[in-house]
């Protein structure tokens, strides 16, 4: 179940960005940021913000209280948090590191996602003998990405939010497969 709902998610996230910007104009999954879709003032603020990143913010809450170890629960809710913020509040137009008191809590969500998963992934490392190495480039990857995508000019921001969220996405999925017994 936890398998099946985790890749629900997944997918319902990736079609859902893909969709919205495919809809949005002027959009670009290589320069903009996931949270532009749902920009404040955007025509498809609404519907982003309670279509897509509540309903996966939520699911992720829902995985992390179906998962075990604590871990892995906190790597769930750590993203869940970043989505269910975004859906609340919306970024400033063009997701700046600064900006409105919204755009600020906004950003402190993405902190938690971000930061708080890097964090969780190098405890992780820390627990395992073997794979370790495989936690840490995860996080490395995370923290590395977390600046990037800070820097509001960057041509390929959107690409390296892209990746960070396949990385999440994925470590998600591997304690999805191997609560199923599927290793």
Known sequence: MLLL???????????????????????????????????????LSRRVSYGLFL???LLLFLI??????????????CVGTGYATAAFFPC????????SARQQIHNLGGAIEYLGSAYILFQFANQTD?????????????????VLVAIAGLRL??????????????????MAWGSAGLR
């Open 157 to 174: 921001r959107g690409l390296v939010q892209l990746s960070m969220e396949v990385i999440l996405f994925g470590y998600l999925l591997t």
């Open 5 to 43: 709902l985790t890749s629900f998610t997944a997918l319902y996230l990736f079609v859902g960005i893909f969709y919205f910007g495919r809809k949005k104009a002027n959009y670009s999954h290589l320069s903009d940021t996931i949270s532009e879709l749902g920009e404040i003032g955007s025509t």
């Open 64 to 77: 992390a209280w179906l998962s075990s170890p604590m871990l892995w629960s906190a790597l769930a809710v």
């Open 92 to 99: 400033d137009v063009g997701s700046p590191s600064s900006g």
């Open 130 to 146: 073997a794979g370790g190495t495989f936690f840490r480039i995860g996080a490395i990857g995370i923290l590395v990405g977390t």
């Open 55 to 57: 309903p996966v913010g």
